[in-house]
């Protein structure tokens, strides 16, 4: 249901554009958000976008990271700059989406794309 891409590897400084995709039947999808995974350590949440488009990210990443969404395409991105080696890491996108023809709303977490950050 969720399609994350954009990962790779990149040298300090530079910057990378993660998308991730919902497919299927959509009747709506409200909070969105990209979560990371380092190795050695927990699934920590990176940023946070609402339907309404209200945003919140970690503190780590404030002032470099910028998580926005397209409604039309179920799309979300997280524009990632000034990265840094400790934003190397697996991220994982996560959105709550509601299914035309079903009354209830999902969690779905996308597939993880990896993100190097290194020399």
């Known amino acids: 249901q969720l399609q994350a891409s954009g990962g790779g590897l990149v040298q300090p400084g530079e910057s990378l554009r993660l998308s991730c995709a919902a497919s299927?039947?959509?009747?709506?999808?409200?909070?969105t958000a990209w979560y990371r995974q380092a190795p050695g350590k927990q699934r920590e949440l990176v940023a946070i976008i609402t339907d309404g488009g209200s945003t919140n990210y970690a503190d780590s990443v404030k002032g470099r990271f910028t998580i926005s969404r397209d409604n039309a395409k179920n799309t979300m991105y997280l524009q990632m700059n000034s990265l840094k080696p400790e934003d190397t890491a697996v991220y994982y996108c996560?959105?709550?989406?509601?299914?035309?023809?079903?009354?209830?709303?999902?969690?779905?977490w996308g597939q993880g794309t990896l993100v190097t950050v290194s020399r």
């Open positions: 299927g039947s959509i009747f709506g999808i409200t909070t």
């Open positions: 996560n959105a709550n989406i509601r299914s035309n023809g079903l009354p209830a709303w999902r969690n779905y």
